[in-house]
């Protein structure tokens, strides 16, 4: 439905944009839930040491929220914000259309190893008992 010159997704899936930037993660307001996103940022951070979070339009305020949470649990700080306009070919109308794009990126606390093995080990805990 939508192209765009720099190659970003309208959709928006959890999806690589460049070669290489395995912990980039493109956000959508309504393709998953909040906490999808907010754990697959932890996943890519322990993975990659950072993530950078992106997204177009009306998905901003939910790159905005991931992002308060990491650093509101203590996992993440900010290291860059980059903000910008991108412009989109609207094939159902014939023109393009400005839309305005975000990029966080997030890097991992010092205490950020041992904060994900205590909620690990709660979770572990919480299973025990369940049984």
Do not use: C, W
């Amino acid at each position: 439905m939508y192209s765009d010159k720099a190659a970003v997704q309208a959709s928006g899936d959890a999806q690589q944009q460049k070669p290489g930037a395995g912990n980039r993660i493109q956000v959508s307001s309504s393709k998953k839930p909040l906490f999808f996103y907010v754990n697959l940022a932890k996943r890519y951070m322990q993975q990659h040491g950072d993530v950078e979070l992106s997204a177009l339009g009306l998905a901003i305020s939910t790159v905005v929220t991931i992002a308060e949470i990491l650093k509101n649990n203590g996992l993440a700080v900010e290291k860059k914000i980059r903000t910008s306009t991108v412009e989109i070919s609207d094939e159902m109308r014939g023109r393009s259309i400005q839309k305005a794009k975000i990029e966080i990126l997030l890097g991992k606390t010092d205490n950020f190893d041992e904060l994900m093995a205590a909620s690990a080990g709660e979770a572990n805990a919480g299973d025990g008992e369940q049984s």
